[in-house]
T-cell receptor, first 114, second 112 residues
Framework: KAGVTQTPRYLIKTRGQQVTLSCSPI?????VSWYQQTPGQGLQFLFE???????NKGNFPGRFSGRQFSNSRSEMNVSTLELGDSALYLC?????????????FGPGTRLTVT | GENVEQHPSTLSVQEGDSAVIKCTYS??????FPWYKQELGKRPQLIID?????GEKKDQRIAVTLNKTAKHFSLHITETQPEDSAVYFC???????????FGAGTILRVKS
């Protein structure tokens, strides 16, 4: 099976702009979670989508949003970018969304905000 | 609140020695504890996991132990090899769904 894929892999944006990142889960997986990874804060949970519904949300401002499509692909959007949003954004796919199931990460999108 | 503490932050071992990384979690409802290995510039890779109904799980040179009473779980790597050098993260699930809270990571260096 193909693994989790994310596009784009690298992105450079300026403050105030918005960005959309995409994640395609492993075939058959219905849950997609998003994480932000930075050297200072480590890996932090953003949100999880299962069957097109947001099931969980982390402690991030409303500028961070996401959605999931009927084919389980997911997008996350960050509006009004700030310098502190520079990070590696990882998505992880899981077979189901009930918790306690293996999550497999994509390669990430490296976002740089200037 | 939800928290996972991980120690040590860095660990240097000689090739062939064992390495142990320890984590403590705060949410009593956590029942799933995965470990990820992340090499420089690569994605976190799931290497082993354990669920709360099991005390120990082993997969070749790696093993994980869980003490639910103390809210501790540990990763054990035996016969370390240079390719084991990476950052290792522990995590615990919280709330409902697949939300994982991660430890801060351990940089493991295996010297040959």
């Amino acid at each position: 099976k193909a693994g989790v894929t994310q596009t784009p892999r690298y992105l450079i944006k300026t403050r105030g702009q918005q960005v959309t990142l995409s994640c395609s889960p492993i075939s058959g997986h219905r849950s997609v979670s998003w994480y932000q990874q930075t050297p200072g804060q480590g890996l932090q949970f953003l949100f999880e989508y299962f069957s097109e519904t947001q099931r969980n949300k982390g402690n991030f401002p409303g500028r961070f949003s996401g959605r999931q499509f009927s084919n389980s692909r997911s997008e996350m959007n960050v509006s009004t970018l700030e310098l502190g949003d520079s990070a590696l954004y990882l998505c992880a796919s899981s077979l189901v969304g009930g918790g306690g199931y293996e999550q497999y990460f994509g390669p990430g999108t490296r976002l740089t905000v200037t | 609140g939800e928290n996972v503490e991980q120690h040590p932050s860095t660990l240097s071992v000689q090739e062939g020695d064992s390495a142990v990384i320890k984590c403590t979690y705060s949410d009593s409802a956590s029942n799933y504890f995965p470990w990820y290995k992340q090499e420089l510039g690569k994605r976190p890779q799931l290497i082993i996991d354990i669920r709360s109904n099991v005390g120990e799980k082993k997969d070749q040179r790696i093993a994980v132990t869980l003490n639910k009473t103390a809210k501790h779980f540990s990763l054990h790597i035996t016969e370390t090899q240079p390719e084991d050098s990476a950052v290792y993260f522990c995590a615990a699930n919280v709330e409902y769904g697949n939300k994982l809270v991660f430890g801060a990571g351990t940089i493991l260096r295996v010297k040959s």
